[in-house]
């Protein structure tokens, strides 16, 4: 079941961070908490995938400005998402599930496009989702959907 996230799934998404940014975990210079502070600011929206009180997927969206950009920034009106599915639930069409519903919700919401960071080996899931590559940069790809 999917719902959409609200403040109260703060906790939820922090503890996401963690297998969203596996790959970038281990550099404290990254300040990857970013993307859950202060959670339900303008510009921010999101789905839960759960099973009654069970949350095991999440994905958001979240407006950066130039002067504390993410890692994926392209610019102050595109988002940019966080995806990720706890490992037992990775395999099911839950990811797809998720990162479509935060699509229609972008579009919902007025934004003309979405950007997302990814590892070079992961780009053909977002391809599906009609992704491109923007850049590469720091051993990582930025990725750009036209809504």
């Given at each position: 079941m999917l719902r959409p996230a609200d403040q109260q799934d703060t906790r939820f998404l922090r503890d996401m961070l963690r297998h969203a940014y596996h790959w970038r975990m281990g550099d404290p210079d990254l300040p990857v908490f970013r993307y859950v502070k202060n959670w339900?600011?303008?510009g921010d929206a999101?789905?839960?995938a759960s099973a009654?009180?069970?949350a095991y997927g999440a994905a958001w969206y979240r407006l950066f400005p130039a002067s504390?950009?993410?890692f994926a920034f392209v610019d102050e009106q595109t988002p940019e998402v966080t995806i990720a599915v706890v490992p037992s639930h990775r395999?099911?069409?839950t990811g797809g599930e998720l990162l479509e519903a935060?699509?229609?919700r972008a579009r919902a919401d007025?934004?003309?496009q979405l950007s997302l960071s990814a590892e070079p080996g992961q780009t053909g899931f977002y391809e599906k989702y009609g992704f491109r590559?923007?850049?590469r940069e720091d051993g990582t790809v930025t990725m750009v959907a036209s809504l």
């Amino acid at each position: 079941m999917l719902r959409p996230a609200d403040q109260q799934d703060t906790r939820f998404l922090r503890d996401m961070l963690r297998h969203a940014y596996h790959w970038r975990m281990g550099d404290p210079d990254l300040p990857v908490f970013r993307y859950v502070k202060n959670w339900g600011r303008p510009g921010d929206a999101g789905v839960i995938a759960s099973a009654g009180p069970n949350a095991y997927g999440a994905a958001w969206y979240r407006l950066f400005p130039a002067s504390a950009p993410g890692f994926a920034f392209v610019d102050e009106q595109t988002p940019e998402v966080t995806i990720a599915v706890v490992p037992s639930h990775r395999g099911k069409g839950t990811g797809g599930e998720l990162l479509e519903a935060l699509l229609e919700r972008a579009r919902a919401d007025g934004f003309s496009q979405l950007s997302l960071s990814a590892e070079p080996g992961q780009t053909g899931f977002y391809e599906k989702y009609g992704f491109r590559e923007l850049r590469r940069e720091d051993g990582t790809v930025t990725m750009v959907a036209s809504l």
